[in-house]
Structure formats: C-alpha cells, structure tokens
C-alpha cells in the first residue's frame, strides 16, 4: 500500500548517492556466488513492485501505459537514453527492463584504479528520492529473501564499497581520524537532501549504545517501516552502513537495535548496541529486530 510522505521529507537526492548505493551493491555481491544473478532478478522485481505500489506508475496490466509512465520517469531522471526508442518493453511487452542495470553508473566505473574525472562534473545533479527508496527497498527485500539475517552481512560491505566510492569522487574527504571521517560522511548525506540533520551520541562506560538522531528523515519513513512491516530485520540506510564500515575499523560492531522511535514528521530516534568486531549480528538479534513496532 502506498504511504504519503510527509511534506517535511526530501523530494530528490544527489546522483552521487545512488551511484555510490549501486557500486557498492554491485561491488558487494561479489562475494555470493551464483545466488548474485538470482538477488538481483529478485531486486528488480521488487524495485517495479514499489514503483506500482505506491502509484509513482500504474500497473503491469496496462503494459503500454506502464511503460510509457515508467520510461518518463527514467527520462526525467536522466536514465532515458539508456532506454532503446524501439524496445519490446515500450512496445508493450511483459518483459520487465532491468532497472538495476539502467541505473548502474557504467560511465562512473573505476578506470586505472580511480575514477574519471567527467564522473566528478554530475555530482551536484539530482534524482527523484523514489528512485532511490526504490533501489533501497528492492535490495533489503532481495537481500532477506536470499539470504536472511545473513544478507547484514553483505549490507555491511555494501557500507564500505560506498565510501570507497565517495572517497574515490571527492564526495567525501579522508581522514585518518574516524571522527573527522563520519562527520564527512555526516556533512555529505546532508547536503544531498538524505535527511536534514544527523547527530550521534555514545551511551555508557565503555560505550555500549550508539544513539542516533534524525531530523526529516525519509528512508525511515518510507522503506524502514515498510520493510519492517513485511518482517525484515534488515537495515540498509545508507548512512549508517557507511558510519558502521568506519568505526568497524575501529573494533566496533553494531547490531541489537532494541528502541526505534519515528514520528510522522520524520523525527528519527534509534538506539542500539556497540558490540566487539568478533561478534556477529545473532539471529537472536534479527526476531528481536523484526518484532519490534514502529
């Protein structure tokens, strides 16, 4: 069921953010073998499944409606070209285009080990933030379908394939110091229009609870409660993914969320546990997780 966004919420976000979103997908499905074909079919259809569900096209079963809705959207979006002019699908056809591929910044791959340099000149472009809750929605729910609570896992090298990615832009400068690094990283989603502030704060002596505060953040909800409804125990935001591959570095490991709190104006409170890097995120963790309202 469609759910209406509060008018506080970003409308669009940085191109950058998606790019680095898909990389780091694409960089991190490396390591699942064959499954990686099967999760991003899975991916796909799940990313139409949203755009259908929550009226941004109409449905499937008016198939050249359908694709004329959807390949303006795309064209809008800057993806146009990708499309042919002739295709079956605009024709009419079933078949459903490949999103994750018309999406994936083919002219932003590393070349010689770093990116070229016409990749920087699109960074400050935008892209309708229902496309990006859309490659977010399609990803959490190919990741559980596959892989269950073990598809963390790979959100988490997700994580790192997208600082790298933002590190290689310049989207975000380097730091030795994971403080000065998150807070880049902080300052970066920001201005994309990822949420309107973000703070953190470390709760005990050692730290054991990592408090997180959002101000109109939209992925919360939108995907966040959506997936969380359907039973997920995943948590693909893409900001904390990237803060956790940092302070992961630093021994950290996070997991047991055990209190969410989001209001209707996008006013995000999360807490959850600081554990060792040696433990894992428990199947215990992922029932109490998905059994927790929001």
């Known amino acids: 069921m469609s759910r209406r966004v509060?008018?506080?919420?970003?409308?669009?976000?940085?191109?950058?953010?998606?790019?680095?979103?898909?990389?780091?997908?694409?960089?991190?499905l490396e390591y699942v073998g064959e499954q990686r074909q099967v999760i991003l079919d899975r991916m796909g259809s799940m990313m139409l499944q949203y755009l259908v569900e929550t009226g941004t096209v109409p449905s499937p079963d008016s198939p050249r409606e359908f694709a004329r809705s959807l390949r303006r959207l795309l064209i809008?979006?800057?993806?146009g070209p990708r499309i042919p002019l002739q295709s079956k699908t605009v024709q009419g056809n079933h078949t459903p285009?490949?999103?994750?591929?018309?999406?994936?910044?083919?002219?932003?791959?590393?070349?010689?080990?770093?990116?070229?340099?016409?990749?920087?000149?699109?960074g400050k472009e935008k892209v309708d933030w229902v496309l990006y809750e859309m490659v977010l929605y399609g990803m959490t729910k190919a990741l559980d379908d596959q892989l269950g609570v073990q598809g963390q896992l790979i959100l988490d090298r997700i994580g790192t394939g997208m600082l790298d990615y933002?590190?290689?832009?310049?989207?975000?400068?380097?730091?030795?110091?994971?403080?000065?690094?998150?807070?880049?990283?902080?300052?970066?989603?920001?201005k994309a229009g990822y949420a309107k502030s973000f703070r953190y704060e470390l709760e005990g002596a050692p730290p054991d609870t990592f408090v997180s505060r959002y101000e109109s953040a939209r992925y919360y909800t939108t995907v966040f409660r959506r997936i969380r409804k359907e039973g997920s125990?995943?948590?693909?935001?893409?900001?904390?993914?990237?803060?956790?591959?940092?302070?992961?570095t630093q021994g950290w490991k996070f997991g047991d969320v055990f209190?969410?709190?989001?209001?209707?104006?996008?006013?995000?409170?999360?807490?959850?546990?600081v554990y060792p890097s040696t433990e894992r995120f428990t199947e215990k963790d992922a029932l109490r997780f998905s059994q927790m309202k929001v």
């Open 6 to 28: 509060p008018d506080v919420t970003y409308k669009k976000i940085d191109r950058t953010a998606m790019d680095a979103l898909l990389h780091g997908l694409l960089k991190s």
């Open 97 to 122: 285009p490949n999103l994750v591929e018309i999406l994936t910044p083919m002219d932003r791959q590393l070349v010689g080990g770093a990116f070229p340099k016409s990749s920087v000149s699109r």
């Open 259 to 273: 209190e969410v709190r989001i209001k209707s104006d996008g006013q995000v409170l999360i807490k959850s546990k």
């Open 76 to 79: 809008k979006n800057g993806y």
């Open 166 to 190: 933002l590190l290689e832009l310049g989207a975000i400068e380097r730091s030795d110091d994971p403080k000065i690094l998150v807070q880049s990283v902080i300052d970066y989603f920001v």
């Open 233 to 248: 125990a995943l948590l693909s935001c893409p900001l904390c993914l990237v803060g956790h591959s940092i302070w992961a």
